[in-house]
């Protein structure tokens, strides 16, 4: 018996530790292919239709049936393959392909760490664990593994163990505010994505007849409302962004609601969301810039919100590289200086001015009567479709005069200043508006512009690059060309070589 | 005092675009006859004009881009100076370099197509049309360089 009871323990010991190196058993799931649920939905079909007639639908669906279960043996070998080794000073993935990659990450090389937990992963007691460092390596993410959460936080604490946390100051959001904030600054892009993103797969997944339907419905209540005598255009136009901006709105609220920032001697703990839990640690040295982001309401209004370059950090899809969200400027301003100190703000040393205007806002003007002048010649071709093309014109020539406004304000507030080793850009990117605070360390690149009319002004374009996830290039547009390059001379950046160019010839050494 | 080197692009690869530009000419003219019974008339008009103006281009453009192209190395940064109608000085810190590529492609001996590229995180700088030896001096120096920092970098931890 004795024997019996240590061979069962001895196997209970074995398997527990073959599975605590595992991954998560959720995880032969996702090895399975995206589209094996449109063969398991025909294969149900046959089903039904065969009355439950089990051995007829095996003998009719044999193949099928195969393939099935030949992808879910495979999907069962690469997780048992597929492991990772922890030791006191780093931890190995055996990953890809069958395990055959082994990846080593020291723990001082991770520049980020993130551990994500979504709404079913919760349920299961499963999450997400996304290594990274600041190589670019043939993957996405240095290491990239489903976990038990007890076991991913047995890491996260494993790999900050040595950097406390300092008393006394943590960020949170105040809840009210960001609500608020959230409810009058969403954008409905994000949110038309979303809506388009799960109108396309509903439709990969299920078959065209369920979208006729729909379309159907749609057209049914639309028809009776234009009895009315509304222009049905705006009005499905209105219901649609009316959609999006509340599922932006919702989305956006859930992820950064309880977020929390706490700074450490080598790395900011951040905690944020809910429904999908995501823990982050992220590696102050491998900060490279942070950036106050505002649209032009926001700046009305004075709001803000403060974003990160770290590698790994907000690389993952719908994620935002948060270090403070939506909050007052002062707030933002303020909470940064404590949570990243090392990052100091300058005064402008080169800034553009009233007469940059025409400039920013020459080609968002051209754009928008173009859109005007292609809507005015196809109504003379098509005369009537007249409400339809009028409805386009203007649709497509608002988003261009809107962007004429921003970028008027974006001519007065340009400019870019050195102080020591810090670095402060501002310049607006497409409709937002940025403020950049690098260490000059992190630069990889500088290079200065100019065009034919630039020159003319006197002007020129300075373009800093830095590594970054979303953000690598910072453009400063319409600033003093001379001004720039002696600023920049100034702060070791000397970017027009010495020599006149009648002194160049191949090779010669100056 | 710092030893600094200054490059300007081959002017032989002038001559050599010049011939491969007629050879595509060729080949797109050869390539237009042999389709034209199955495109309509406007189609093959606007392909025309279209590749016309693009030769045009390229055959202004690609003269002025090399006799303007010049690069300049030393120890501890790159400079380049490119452009045609958009003037670009570049300057690389070769601290921020990770790694050089050199790209000598077959024949450059005669035709001056080769490369360096400078990678360095967030970005990646281009030196064109050089010549076999400028091409590689230019690795050579900077590699030198990038090995000097890493043995430094070692000595220090």
Same mark, same amino acid.
């Given at each position: 018996?004795?024997?019996?009871?240590?061979?069962?323990?001895?196997?209970?010991?074995?398997?527990?530790?073959?599975?605590?190196?595992?991954?998560?058993?959720?995880?032969?799931?996702?090895?399975?292919?995206?589209?094996?649920?449109?063969?398991?939905?025909?294969?149900?079909?046959?089903?039904?239709?065969?009355?439950?007639?089990? *051995?007829?639908?095996?003998?009719?669906?044999?193949?099928?049936?195969?393939?099935?279960?030949?992808?879910?043996?495979?999907?069962?070998?690469?997780?048992?393959?597929?492991?990772?080794?922890?030791?006191?000073?780093?931890? +190995?993935?055996?990953?890809?392909?069958?395990?055959?990659?082994?990846?080593?990450?020291?723990?001082?090389?991770?520049?980020?760490?993130?551990?994500?937990?979504?709404?079913?992963?919760?349920?299961?007691?499963?999450?997400?664990?996304?290594?990274?460092?600041?190589?670019?390596?043939?993957?996405?993410?240095?290491?990239?593994?489903?976990?038990?959460? %007890?076991?991913?936080?047995?890491?996260?604490?494993?790999?900050?163990?040595?950097?406390?946390?300092?008393?006394?100051?943590?960020?949170?959001?105040?809840?009210?505010?960001?609500?608020?904030?959230?409810?009058?600054?969403?954008?409905?892009?994000?949110?038309?994505?979303?809506?388009?993103?799960?109108?396309?797969?509903?439709?990969?997944?299920?078959?065209?007849?369920?979208?006729?339907?729909?379309?159907?419905?749609?057209?049914?209540? +639309?028809?009776?409302?234009?009895?009315?005598?509304?222009? +049905?255009?705006?009005?499905?136009?209105?219901?649609?962004?009316?959609?999006?901006?509340?599922?932006?709105?919702?989305?956006?609220?859930?992820?950064?609601?309880?977020?929390?920032?706490?700074?450490?001697?080598?790395?900011?703990?951040?905690?944020?969301?809910?429904?999908?839990?995501?823990?982050?640690?992220?590696?102050?040295?491998?900060?490279?810039?942070?950036?106050?982001?505002?649209?032009?309401?926001?700046?009305?209004?004075?709001?803000?919100?403060?974003?990160?370059?770290? %590698?790994?950090?907000?690389?993952?899809?719908?994620?935002?590289?948060?270090?403070?969200?939506?909050?007052?400027?002062?707030?933002?301003?303020?909470?940064?200086?404590?949570?990243?100190?090392?990052?100091?703000?300058?005064?402008?040393?080169?800034?553009?001015?009233?007469?940059?205007?025409?400039?920013?806002?020459?080609?968002?003007?051209?754009?928008? *009567?173009?859109?005007?002048?292609?809507?005015?010649?196809?109504?003379?071709?098509?005369?009537?479709?007249?409400?339809?093309?009028?409805? +386009?014109?203007?649709?497509?020539?608002?988003?261009?005069?809107?962007?004429?406004?921003?970028?008027?304000?974006?001519?007065?507030?340009?400019?870019?200043?050195?102080?020591?080793?810090?670095?402060?850009? %501002?310049?607006?990117?497409?409709?937002?508006?940025?403020?950049?605070?690098?260490?000059?360390?992190?630069?990889?690149?500088?290079?200065?512009?100019?065009?034919?009319? %630039?020159?003319?002004?006197?002007?020129?374009?300075?373009?800093?690059?830095?590594?970054?996830?979303?953000?690598?290039?910072?453009?400063?547009?319409?600033?003093?060309?001379?001004?720039?390059?002696?600023?920049?001379?100034?702060?070791?950046?000397?970017?027009?070589?010495?020599?006149?160019?009648?002194?160049?010839?191949?090779?010669?050494?100056? | 005092?710092?030893?600094?080197?200054?490059?300007?692009?081959?002017?032989?690869?002038?001559?050599?675009?010049?011939?491969?530009?007629?050879?595509?000419?060729?080949?797109?003219?050869?390539?237009?006859?042999?389709?034209?019974?199955?495109?309509?008339?406007?189609?093959?008009?606007?392909?025309?004009?279209?590749?016309?103006?693009?030769?045009?281009?390229?055959?202004?453009?690609?003269?002025?881009?090399?006799?303007?192209?010049?690069?300049?190395?030393?120890?501890?940064?790159?400079?380049?100076?490119?452009?045609?109608?958009?003037?670009?000085?570049?300057?690389?810190?070769?601290?921020?370099?990770?790694?050089?590529?050199?790209?000598?492609?077959?024949?450059?001996?005669?035709?001056?197509?080769?490369?360096?590229?400078?990678?360095?995180?967030?970005?990646?700088?281009?030196?064109?049309?050089?010549?076999?030896?400028?091409?590689?001096?230019?690795?050579?120096?900077?590699?030198?360089?990038?090995?000097?920092?890493?043995?430094?970098?070692?000595?220090?931890?």
């Amino acid at each position: 018996m004795s024997g019996t009871e240590g061979t069962a323990k001895n196997l209970r010991k074995m398997a527990k530790t073959f599975l605590s190196f595992r991954q998560h058993p959720v995880k032969i799931v996702k090895y399975t292919t995206k589209y094996l649920w449109l063969l398991l939905f025909s294969l149900g079909k046959y089903l039904i239709a065969m009355e439950f007639d089990i *051995a007829g639908w095996l003998h009719a669906n044999w193949f099928d049936i195969m393939i099935v279960v030949a992808i879910f043996i495979f999907a069962f070998v690469r997780w048992v393959t597929v492991y990772f080794e922890l030791a006191e000073d780093r931890i +190995i993935g055996h990953t890809g392909f069958l395990g055959m990659a082994r990846t080593v990450v020291y723990f001082e090389e991770i520049a980020s760490f993130s551990v994500c937990q979504g709404p079913v992963a919760y349920v299961l007691h499963s999450c997400q664990v996304y290594i990274d460092t600041d190589a670019k390596c043939f993957q996405s993410t240095d290491i990239r593994i489903d976990l038990t959460k %007890s076991r991913a936080m047995e890491i996260y604490q494993l790999i900050c163990k040595k950097s406390q946390a300092q008393p006394g100051f943590v960020f949170r959001t105040r809840k009210r505010q960001l609500f608020v904030f959230s409810l009058l600054f969403t954008s409905a892009v994000s949110g038309a994505i979303v809506l388009l993103t799960i109108l396309y797969q509903a439709y990969l997944i299920t078959d065209a007849e369920f979208e006729k339907r729909l379309l159907n419905e749609v057209n049914n209540h +639309i028809q009776n409302i234009e009895n009315s005598g509304i222009g +049905i255009y705006f009005l499905a136009a209105g219901a649609l962004i009316g959609l999006v901006w509340i599922m932006s709105f919702t989305s956006n609220l859930l992820r950064h609601w309880a977020f929390t920032c706490r700074p450490g001697e080598d790395f900011l703990r951040i905690r944020s969301g809910k429904g999908s839990r995501r823990h982050h640690l992220l590696r102050r040295n491998y900060i490279n810039y942070l950036d106050f982001t505002q649209s032009y309401f926001m700046r009305m209004f004075n709001i803000c919100s403060v974003e990160v370059g770290c %590698s790994g950090y907000g690389k993952r899809r719908k994620e935002i590289s948060a270090l403070i969200p939506i909050t007052t400027s002062k707030d933002a301003v303020a909470s940064a200086r404590l949570l990243t100190p090392e990052y100091k703000m300058c005064n402008p040393q080169v800034k553009t001015n009233s007469a940059n205007i025409v400039g920013y806002v020459i080609f968002p003007l051209i754009a928008a *009567a173009a859109a005007l002048a292609a809507g005015v010649a196809a109504q003379y071709y098509f005369p009537e479709r007249r409400n339809q093309i009028i409805f +386009i014109e203007i649709m497509l020539a608002l988003p261009f005069f809107w962007m004429a406004v921003v970028k008027a304000v974006a001519a007065l507030n340009t400019s870019m200043g050195f102080k020591g080793s810090d670095l402060t850009l %501002s310049y607006c990117k497409w409709y937002t508006f940025h403020k950049v605070l690098l260490k000059k360390e992190k630069i990889t690149k500088v290079t200065v512009r100019q065009d034919p009319f %630039s020159k003319i002004a006197g002007n020129g374009t300075v373009f800093f690059y830095t590594t970054g996830e979303k953000s690598p290039r910072h453009k400063v547009a319409g600033v003093n060309y001379k001004r720039a390059l002696e600023i920049l001379k100034n702060n070791g950046f000397e970017v027009t070589p010495k020599g006149s160019p009648k002194d160049i010839q191949q090779g010669v050494e100056i | 005092m710092e030893q600094e080197k200054s490059y300007t692009a081959c002017k032989r690869t002038v001559f050599w675009f010049f011939i491969f530009s007629f050879g595509l000419h060729t080949g797109f003219k050869a390539g237009l006859k042999a389709v034209s019974n199955f495109l309509p008339q406007n189609v093959l008009i606007i392909a025309d004009m279209v590749w016309a103006a693009l030769i045009i281009l390229l055959i202004i453009a690609f003269p002025i881009y090399v006799l303007v192209a010049r690069y300049t190395v030393n120890s501890e940064s790159a400079r380049l100076r490119t452009g045609v109608v958009l003037i670009s000085h570049q300057y690389v810190p070769l601290d921020s370099v990770l790694s050089v590529t050199t790209v000598l492609t077959p024949l450059s001996f005669i035709t001056g197509f080769n490369f360096v590229v400078l990678n360095s995180p967030g970005a990646k700088s281009v030196m064109s049309f050089l010549t076999r030896r400028q091409a590689r001096e230019i690795s050579q120096v900077i590699n030198d360089a990038l090995q000097k920092r890493n043995r430094e970098r070692g000595d220090a931890s």
